[in-house]
């Protein structure tokens, strides 16, 4: 999931979540705060984990009145937080929450309608939150599709402005400037639908170009870093083995890569890094945040031993790393990293 940046004084203009030219990927600033939220599908709080500093990290929870939950946000300047719910099925944010204080109980301060089936992963741009949602969308479960709801968020209220039907099933999403990114579930396939919020009309669209990301067999999670030019893809490897099977790849300079790779064709594993094995605990990783500040990679994994958050460093060369830390977070679905 997205990861918000501190970006350098030439990006400081831009608006939130809108990439850097490739060279000015290299001026990453140094931040004191750092935050990963995430969310379960267990109890529905929202666990935070200080990790400003790796050596000596403190957790504090939110505990809300859901049930269960996906997609997870923050947006500093608001204090706010957002989750997709699954047990209301919609977005629900909670206002005034101060990130170095102590676990409270919270209320929910921003809402909308109920309109998703079965909510995922969460995208935002400025004032608009996109969720995927994985239920079928036209009841015949041999196709492929999936919903993404577009909310505009104004005062204190989730407006739904439209409804996107998709010719992939749907999972992880993330914005890379205009482009939302999707993971095509069920497959080792990564699309992109180019300015996405454009379509501003209900409707069915298909993807702008679709590739096959070589050594995964089912990737679930997704992360796009714009300083590094970095994305990051969870396997979640077979469905029904959620201990051992899992992992994540690297790709570096990956929008030259992207680019290079023809519609329908095949990202050699070669140009990745993958990082799995018996050590890494990783067998159903379904999120996936990054810090490029300290290369730190921090994946949601919702099968082993009931579900954790787990963090990596020295990912470089890949491999079948041990994580720098494992914390037991049952049902753990999504992650998020805020920085200030």
């Known amino acids: ?52 500093d790796m050596n000596s990290i403190t ?15 923050y947006d500093g300047s608001e204090d706010l937080v957002v989750q997709a719910s699954r047990s209301t099925f919609g977005l629900e944010g909670y206002t005034d929450v101060d990130i170095t204080n102590n676990s409270l109980n919270v209320n929910v301060g921003i809402t909308g309608s109920l309109d998703m089936t079965s909510p995922r992963e969460l995208a935002v741009s400025g004032n608009f939150y996109v969720v995927a949602d994985n239920a079928d969308a036209d009841g015949n479960t041999s196709t492929n599709d999936g919903r993404l709801f577009i909310y505009s968020k104004i005062d204190d209220t989730f407006t739904l402005r439209n409804v996107i039907t998709t010719d992939i099933k749907l999972w992880g999403i993330i914005f890379k400037g205009n482009d939302l990114y999707a993971i095509a579930d069920t497959t080792n396939e990564l699309a992109v639908y180019t300015d996405f919020l454009s379509n501003t009309s209900t409707a069915t669209i298909t993807t702008s170009k679709k590739i096959v990301i070589e050594g995964i067999i089912r990737t679930h999670g997704l992360t796009y870093d714009s300083m590094t030019d970095t994305m990051i893809l969870t396997d979640i490897g077979n469905a029904t083995n959620g201990q051992d099977d899992g992992g994540f790849h690297i790709i570096n300079n990956f929008t030259s890569k992207f680019n290079s790779t023809s519609n329908g064709a095949t990202l050699a594993v070669s140009e990745q890094t993958r990082v799995s094995g018996s050590n890494t605990l990783l067998g159903n990783p379904v999120d996936v945040a990054y810090d490029n500040e300290t290369e730190t990679v921090f994946i949601a994994e919702a099968g082993n031993g009931g579900g954790r958050i787990l963090a990596f460093n020295n990912i470089s060369s890949g491999g079948n790393l041990t994580p720098s830390y494992n914390a037991s977070l049952a ?6 990293l805020h920085k200030e």
């Open 1 to 52: 999931m997205k990861t918000i940046k501190i970006m350098a004084l030439f990006c400081a203009t831009a608006i939130t979540f809108t990439s850097c030219n490739d060279s000015e990927n290299d001026a990453i600033l140094e931040t004191d705060t750092k935050v990963l939220f995430t969310s379960n599908n267990s109890n529905g709080n929202i666990n935070m984990y200080n990790v400003s």
């Open 59 to 73: 957790t504090s929870t939110l505990t809300t009145t859901t049930l269960q939950a996906d997609g997870i946000y």
């Open 331 to 336: 049902s753990a679905s999504a992650v998020f």
